[in-house]
Nanobody, 121 residues
């Protein structure tokens, strides 16, 4: 069964940093691209960053380029999102999913619980 377990969120001041983690199970992690998404209250879920199966190709939303870094550890079945210089408008629930910029497992039952990131002073 495909499962995504996100962690690492919290309350951070504007300009601060957080590192999110997503542990994956239920499929061959190393063979799949992975992506991070976020959903703010009242808004649609949006792509934040993606990384290919080899880890050598990444993509980022324009709004986070230069501040966020996606990475992966295939030995730990984990994908990370390092977020620096956070802004209040980036307050959202952050999720991971398989696929490069397009979620492979789209049903509500597949998405994890996400991890809440709140950027506020």
């Amino acid at each position: 069964q495909v499962q995504f377990v996100e962690s690492g969120g919290g309350l951070v001041q504007p300009g601060g940093s957080l590192r999110l983690s997503c542990v994956v199970s239920g499929f061959s992690f190393s063979s799949y691209a992975m992506s991070w998404y976020r959903q703010a209250p009242g808004k649609k879920r949006e792509l934040v960053a993606g990384i290919n199966s080899g880890g050598g190709v990444t993509t980022y939303a324009d709004s986070v380029k230069g501040r966020f870094t996606i990475s992966r550890d295939d030995a730990e079945n984990t994908v990370y999102l390092q977020m620096n210089s956070l802004k209040p408008e980036e307050t959202a629930v952050y999720y991971c999913n398989g696929g490069f910029a397009t979620p492979l497992w789209r049903g509500d039952d597949y998405w994890g619980q996400g991890t809440q990131v709140t950027v506020s002073s």
